[in-house]
């Protein structure tokens, strides 16, 4: 008998270890419950903005990718759509199109410089409300990256785009380009901050394509390649 009670109480208790370990492996909330935790649920936008970055932005940098990607390519401010025009009315369609293609390369070029920007601010995001946005809509969040890092992402991607100007060329196109323009009669002179527009033209680029991959995410099982992804997004699917 007394053999048999042992014998009992050793399978109890191993039972008991391996429920224990069992409840040890679950997700712990931050009120102690099991769940999945607003810091596991930060932890996986952030993860899905980052890949957001690593397979969407990327297609930005390589060439044409702004000028072929109709999502994100950059066309003339409504500024310069009457050079555009009058260039082409007088046989200079060539150097209208070459205008118009060397603005999306500065963005590419910049991109490709600023993409540490981006991964840098998304790792410095405190998501306050995690779980607001992960059963928000399908760009919730990079609509809170967009909100919370515009505007000092402008002041450091302006200089880049600046650089790039000057880089792939950009600034003797579009002065040649202007200074043609008006030097013609009949004409009222032009001289725009194309710097501060293709800032902010790449900067919206961006902000799409990332949202291009959060929505496919939060939609297609097979675009969630790692556990907490998993995890994470299956709180909001229906």
Known sequence: MKRILILSLLIVCSGCAELQQVVNNLPQTTSGGFGISNVDIANGLRQALDKGIDKQVSKLTQRDGFYRNQ???????????KVDKTLRDIGLSKLADEGLKILNRAAEDAVKEATPI???????????????????????????????????????????INRSFSKVGADKIWSSIIGKYNALPLTGNVNPDLTDYVTQQALQGVYKMIAVEEKQIRTKLSSRTSDILRRVFALQDK
Do not use: M
């Not at 999502?71 to 759509?81: F, S």
């Open 71 to 81: 999502l994100v390519k950059i066309l003339l401010p409504q500024e310069l759509q």
């Open 118 to 160: 981006f991964i840098n601010a998304v790792k410095e995001i405190t998501f306050t409300d995690a779980r607001q946005i992960l059963l928000g809509n399908d760009n919730a969040a990079t609509t809170y990256l967009q909100n919370k890092t515009n505007r000092a992402l402008y002041a450091k991607f302006n200089p880049v």
